[in-house]
């Protein structure tokens, strides 16, 4: 009598993501790339806000209307500073921009890895993004916000 399975194998895991993961892989890691490049190219304002203005973008509507910073003034400041190198300026111009710009950094060498490599790397950044680190990064923004309100020395 000849050997019949009766109940199928289950399939194997796959170990590699298939070409769509890779694609979004590649545009996270161009995502990233591009504001960290364009970053780069920026002259960080010595006042620790403002740089957004070399981008076109209009003067801070907060700080024209309550003469303080919004959650997110000097972001812009600390990804230039960090791109160029100066990473102490970067957390001090606006830690949570730092922040920001290191994770910018991160994601966009963890994007091209799994992009080249179909590795399912990023399914730890997805299974990290969880509410108690949410609110983490939540708590985070606000202390840097307080920092920031703290620090303020606008600008002549």
Do not use: E
């Not at 895991?13 to 545009?27: C, H, K």
């Not at 161009?30 to 970053?39: D, P």
């Not at 740089?51 to 309550?66: D, F, K, Q, R």
Request: net charge positive.
């Amino acid at each position: 009598m000849q050997a019949h399975a009766s109940s199928p194998t289950p399939p194997a895991s796959p170990t590699r993501v298939g070409p769509a993961g890779r694609l979004v892989a590649t545009l996270i890691a161009c995502g990233c790339l591009a504001v960290l490049t364009i970053a780069a190219g920026l002259t960080p304002s010595p006042a620790g806000h403002g740089t957004h203005l070399a981008l076109g973008l209009p003067a801070c509507g907060w700080v024209i209307s309550y003469g303080r910073p919004c959650p997110t003034c000097g972001m812009t400041t600390a990804f230039s500073l960090l791109a160029n190198g100066r990473p102490i300026d970067a957390f001090l111009a606006q830690p949570f921009g730092f922040l920001l710009a290191i994770a910018a950094s991160v994601t966009f060498w963890g994007g091209l890895h799994v992009a080249l490599t179909g590795s399912r790397l990023g399914q730890v950044g997805g299974q990290m993004l969880q509410s108690r680190v949410i609110w983490w990064l939540a708590a985070a923004l606000g202390a840097s916000w307080a920092y920031k309100l703290l620090t303020w020395a606008p600008t002549a």
